[in-house]
T-cell receptor, first 114, second 113 residues
């Protein structure tokens, strides 16, 4: 069965500094990997995904993520954080064959201070 | 605007009562899902449907039922609510012909007393 681990409950970063939100996964076969963001009292919004191809994936709002197969990781990154990036971030994984359900991590709260 | 509509947005319910959370999508997606979100536990899948007329159990199905009579609607029913079902419930949909990106509704906050 697939699973996702987000080892940090919260990440604190100053505005303008780079940020990283960590994610590791477990899945049979090749993974489809996703990042979602949730703002207060809202539903989850899709940020980016890795399906195949380049290991560095670029997404919305200047975010990117790097797929590392040997480390089974898919860390979310941004070169320069904004206060408005403060939100809850979820990593998710599914297998790439047939109909498979998306499994989410427990989420990491990102707090960007001015 | 295309998307997913959930109702109600918030509800307080007495234990033992029956409650149906409604979910409608207008994107013609074939798959739909119900998740619950609880602090420290992330999102957990309750039930899903990969096409109209079929449903399946997720991670935490006990105490919940779903139906999928058509493509657009996917209601979630709590037959007899209990306090442990206090949560925020999210409906989502995806087009299984692509790579499985989910689109979420805005959530229904349910409190069972």
């Amino acid at each position: 069965a697939q699973s996702v681990a987000q080892p940090e409950d919260q990440v604190n970063v100053a505005e303008g500094n780079p940020l990283t939100v960590k994610c590791t996964y477990s899945v049979s076969g090749n993974p489809y990997l996703f990042w979602y963001v949730q703002y207060p009292n809202r539903g989850l919004q899709f940020l980016l995904k890795y399906i195949t191809g380049d290991n560095l994936v670029k997404g919305s709002y200047g975010f990117e993520a790097e797929f590392n197969k040997s480390q089974t990781s898919f860390h979310l990154k941004k070169p320069s954080a904004l206060v408005s990036d403060s939100a809850l971030y979820f990593c998710a994984v599914r297998g790439n064959t047939g109909f498979q359900k998306l499994v989410f991590g427990t989420g990491t709260r990102l707090l960007v201070s001015p | 605007i295309a998307g997913i509509t959930q109702a109600p947005t918030s509800q307080i319910l007495a234990a033992g009562r029956r409650m149906t959370l409604r979910c409608t999508q207008d994107m013609r997606h074939n798959a739909m899902y119900w998740y619950r979100q609880d602090l420290g536990l992330g999102l957990r899948l309750i039930h899903y449907s990969n096409t109209a007329g079929t449903t399946g159990k997720g991670e935490v199905p006990d105490g919940y039922s779903v139906s999928r009579a058509n493509t657009d609607d996917f209601p979630l029913t709590l037959a007899s609510a209990v306090p442990s079902q206090t949560s925020v419930y999210f409906c989502a949909s995806s087009n299984t012909a692509n790579t499985g990106e989910l689109f979420f509704g805005e959530g229904s906050r349910l409190t069972v007393l």
